[in-house]
């Protein structure tokens, strides 16, 4: 069974940078990056297919978030450059072995690592 792991969450400045690490158990088409702050519902972030093709899927975190995979390592990264308060969320990342193109639908996936929290803050 696939199992997910999130790593490199931690407490960060207002402009800082984070990369969190979503590492698989095994090889996996379709990886997408999730995040929940206090009171809302889980939004999609990006998605990266097995290509390397990248999803956005938030608006506030274009230009600032980019994700990319080593398929070598079965790892996935979620770099966050210009960090906001705004962006402080537990994140995770997600799988389904089923997709072949990217979602942001947070339905649409059925493995969940136990998410990362990120804190922005001064």
């Known amino acids: 069974q696939l199992r997910l792991v999130e790593s490199g969450g931690g407490l960060v400045q207002p402009g800082g940078s984070l990369r969190l690490s979503c590492t698989a158990s095994?090889?996996?088409?379709?990886i997408g990056w999730f995040r929940q702050a206090p009171g809302k519902e889980r939004e999609g972030v990006l998605c990266?297919?097995?290509?390397?093709?990248?999803?956005n899927y938030a608006d506030s975190v274009k230009g600032r978030f980019t994700i990319s995979r080593d398929n070598t390592k079965n790892t996935m990264y979620l770099q966050m450059n210009s960090l906001k308060p705004e962006d402080t969320a537990v994140y995770y990342c997600?799988?389904?072995?089923?997709?072949?193109?990217?979602?942001?639908?947070?339905?649409?996936?059925?493995?969940w690592g136990q998410g990362t929290q990120v804190t922005v803050s001064s």
């Open positions: 997600a799988a389904e072995p089923r997709l072949t193109d990217c979602s942001g639908f947070a339905s649409m996936y059925s493995v």
């Open positions: 990266i297919s097995g290509s390397g093709a990248s999803t």
């Open positions: 095994g090889f996996t088409l379709v």
